[in-house]
């Protein structure tokens, strides 16, 4: 499969291309090999993107709704009549097993375009009876939004963004992350032929920096980021010097609790899908696996056994589990953070390294790794690792468990396991965390709101919370009697 796109960037409906701009690749990461190059933006595409976004929403604004919705049901259609080929694509990019990204990449932005193109025709103010006279509110769009995604679920995070923000009318520029630039491009090529106006959905390729210009940028009304806390801080001080509004969707280090009445085999599976799905690197991972410990050896047996019978290796072949990390700086980190755990005495029960792939050379690959005996200091449970290391903690009580697992400055996600509803609800109740699983874990419908408490996050997206960072409301009071003066 080719993955070299016709063009750097996407803008006014067309690849464009910036031959000055500095030099941006990507790579197969189960090998280390180029498979595309791109140019980043300079100056001159980003006032190009701008321009078009901000003429392509005037036209989108005055689009009816419910015709604007079609056209995000029709781009559904088409991602999933291209979900090989585009699953295929983001394997490439990022090195996830072509297993996950057949259900979990373009068919969840498929889902995304589906709902938003549904709501888009049900967005409506209300009538508030003022005792004769009344007022009503309108839900305007804010005008054109900067999206700004991590390299993670790249087609899924355009989506995630672009869906609500065109649904209410206004025009996005998407950056994706240099790392993983390529199928953001097709989401804008499907909008494309779905007939969405041009300029209504443009991408813009670069690094930070093209970031930063894109947030400060005077046609900029809005910026959703997905990534890093450090780069959420950064950009919610730039933003807010120019007073943009913000979504940000940040990092995490989140809790799973696995009480003593759990069921163990399925409490392993959640343990299992919070922490080496996509080789680790999602942002509501339950990286701290706080387990009782009356039935810590028995959920640590099946831990190790089933984890030994992941396949790791070529990320193209369907029968793998678990496939290389997205990038060289990504495996050292990872890397790094296997070491700490090791020198800060945790218990290592599986795992530990690199991992080799007797056919791919080059490849960023780690095992899968899990650590017992962690305790709150250590900074293997503090930081966010993003990579497939679990850190297991015993706990005693209820009232314990829940004072440690709030012991972050992180609020993203947390998950509980326990047949008791009332404990699970109680639990609940006391977790500071945007997304909570009962009984499972990591489920991201996108009917259900998702976002982060405290440094996790600012704003929701998915569901319809979403629509209320993608709009304003206008309030229009009417007279239907005489207007009263002091003279
Ligand atoms: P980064 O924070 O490094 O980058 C995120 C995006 O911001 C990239 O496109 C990056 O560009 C861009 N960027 C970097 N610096 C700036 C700046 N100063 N101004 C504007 N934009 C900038 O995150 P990663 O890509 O490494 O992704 C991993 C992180 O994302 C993890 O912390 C993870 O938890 C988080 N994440 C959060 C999710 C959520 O929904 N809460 C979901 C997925 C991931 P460039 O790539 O060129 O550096």
């Known amino acids: ?51 078009m976004a901000e003429s ?30 585009l699953s295929v694509l983001e394997t490439l990019d990022t090195g996830k097993p072509l297993q996950e990204t057949l259900v979990a990449d373009a068919a969840s932005g498929a889902d995304c375009l589906e709902y938003f193109g549904n709501l888009a025709g049900s967005l409506t103010g209300e009538h508030i009876d003022l005792g004769g006279s009344f007022a009503y509110t309108k839900r305007e769009p804010l005008g054109v939004c900067v999206g700004i995604g991590a390299w993670n679920y790249p087609v899924q995070i355009a989506c995630w963004k672009a869906a609500p923000a065109l649904a209410c009318g206004n025009a996005m520029v998407f950056k994706p992350s240099e790392v993983t630039p390529l199928t ?33 940028h005077p046609k900029t009304a809005k910026v959703s980021l997905t990534g890093s806390v450090p780069t959420g801080s950064k950009v919610a001080a730039l933003a807010g010097e120019h007073l ?4 940000l969707e940040l990092g995490g280090k989140s809790p799973l609790i696995v009480f003593e009445d759990a069921d163990i085999e399925n409490a392993v599976s959640a343990a299992i899908n919070a922490n080496f799905y996509s080789s680790g690197q999602i942002c509501s991972n339950g990286t701290r696996v706080f387990v009782h410990s009356s039935i810590k050896q028995a959920f640590l047996k099946r831990l190790v056994e089933r984890t030994g019978n992941a396949v790791l290796g070529d990320p193209l072949n369907e029968e793998t589990n678990i496939g290389p990390l997205v990038s060289k700086p990504q495996l050292e980190k990872v890397l790094s953070y296997m070491r700490i755990g090791q020198d800060e005495g945790a218990r290592l029960v599986c795992g530990g390294g690199a991992a080799e792939v007797a056919t791919l050379h080059g ?46 400055e992180f609020g993203l996600a947390a998950g509980v396991f326990t047949k008791d509803i009332q404990r699970a609800h109680r639990v609940i109740d006391s ?3 945007g997304t909570c699983w009962i009984n499972t874990y990591n489920l991201t419908p996108i009917e259900m709101p998702f976002g982060g408490y405290k440094k996790s996050g600012v704003g929701r997206e ?20 005489g207007v009263e003066a002091p003279f």
């Open 431 to 433: 977790l500071q965390a």
């Open 1 to 51: 499969m080719r993955a070299q796109p016709t063009g750097s960037h996407y803008i006014n409906g067309r690849f464009h291309d910036s031959p000055n701009g500095a030099e941006l690749v990507s790579i197969f990461p189960a090998t280390g090999e180029v498979i595309a190059k791109l140019n980043a933006a300079d100056d001159e595409t980003i006032e190009l993107a701008m321009s």
């Open 244 to 247: 943009k509004k913000i979504t």
């Open 56 to 85: 392509g929403q005037k036209i989108w604004a005055a689009t009816p709704p419910l015709e604007r919705g079609r056209v995000l049901q029709k781009a559904a259609a088409i991602l999933r009549e291209k979900n090989r080929e």
């Open 363 to 408: 490849g960023y690959f780690v095992q899968p790794t899990v650590f017992a005996d962690v305790t709150d200091q250590m900074r293997i449970a503090r930081e966010e690792i993003f990579g497939p290391v679990m850190s297991v903690l015993d706990f005693e009580t209820e009232d314990e468990v829940l004072a440690r697992a709030n012991a972050t």
């Open 462 to 481: 998915n569901g319809h919370a979403a629509i209320e960072y993608y709009s304003q409301i206008k309030s229009v009071y009417v007279e239907m009697n």
């Open 184 to 216: 953001a491009l097709r989401l804008a090529e499907a909008l494309t032929e779905a007939g969405l106006p041009a300029g209504v959905f443009n991408v813009v390729q670069g690094f930070g920096d093209v970031g930063a210009k894109l947030i400060a």
